[in-house]
């Protein structure tokens, strides 16, 4: 009954700093999604892959790469972390697109100092 | 653009009273609609949805949705409010299958003893 896990829940990196979020499934889900939350700002698409192999750019992809490595982990790196990027991160899955809703991470809170 | 309006930063309701979450939306199509519920430091979980049919979807916890479409509107409720039914509450809308959902800003929802 994992869903999906995320790791780490929490970290803090200095500025310019790099680190990789994971994200792992066990459902068998084909579409992973990176989202970042930020107050008064819902949920903000950073990146999505549609199925093994594909990664496309989401609403506010700008500092940030992602790498789908098989069907059941999709990673989120920060190549040079900016205090901007403060903020929860959540990881999801769906099994194919909007209409079977999407399981979530419990989530990373990264803090950029 | 499409969009997801939650007219409410948050709604305070007394335990025991009905309860109503707004949300409207402006998307093409035909949408699919979602409620998720975030309690703190947890992942959205999923509450409700409505894809096509009967215009009220019942869900998680005891909580319904209605589905107006010449309103373009999908409010969340629930006859009777818990204090455990404080979260923060999340209404996401896709114009198809193919599309990524689209989201809120969110609701805080606070039921008071």
């Known amino acids: 009954n994992a869903g999906v896990t995320q790791t780490p829940k929490f970290q803090v990196l200095k500025t310019g700093q790099s680190m990789t979020l994971q994200c792992a499934q066990d459902?068998?889900?084909?579409?992973m999604y990176w989202y970042r939350q930020d107050p008064g700002m819902g949920l903000r698409l950073i990146y999505y892959?549609?199925?093994?192999?594909?990664?496309d750019k989401g609403e506010v992809p700008n500092g940030y790469n992602v790498s789908r490595l098989n069907k059941r982990e999709f990673s989120l790196r920060l190549e040079s972390a900016a205090p901007s990027q403060t903020s929860v991160y959540f990881c999801a899955s769906s099994e194919d697109g909007a209409p079977y809703g999407y399981t979530f991470g419990s989530g990373t809170r990264l803090t950029v100092v | 653009a499409q969009s997801v309006a939650q007219p409410e930063d948050q709604v305070n309701v007394a335990e025991g009273n009905p309860l109503t979450v707004k949300c409207t939306y402006s998307?093409?199509?035909?949408?699919?609609l979602f409620w998720y519920v975030q309690y703190p430091n947890r992942g959205l979980q999923f509450l409700l949805k409505?894809?096509?049919?009967d215009n009220l979807v019942k869900g998680s916890y005891g909580f319904e949705a209605e589905f107006n479409k010449s309103q373009t509107s999908f409010h969340l409720k629930k006859p009777s409010a818990l204090v455990s039914d404080s979260a923060l509450y999340f209404c996401?809308?896709?114009?198809?299958?193919?599309?990524?959902?689209?989201w809120g800003a969110g609701t805080k929802l606070i039921i008071k003893p």
């Open positions: 996401a809308v896709s114009p198809d299958s193919n599309y990524q959902l689209i």
């Open positions: 998307v093409s199509g035909n949408p699919y």
């Open positions: 892959s549609a199925s093994e192999g594909t990664t």
């Open positions: 409505y894809i096509t049919g």
């Open positions: 459902m068998n889900h084909n579409s």
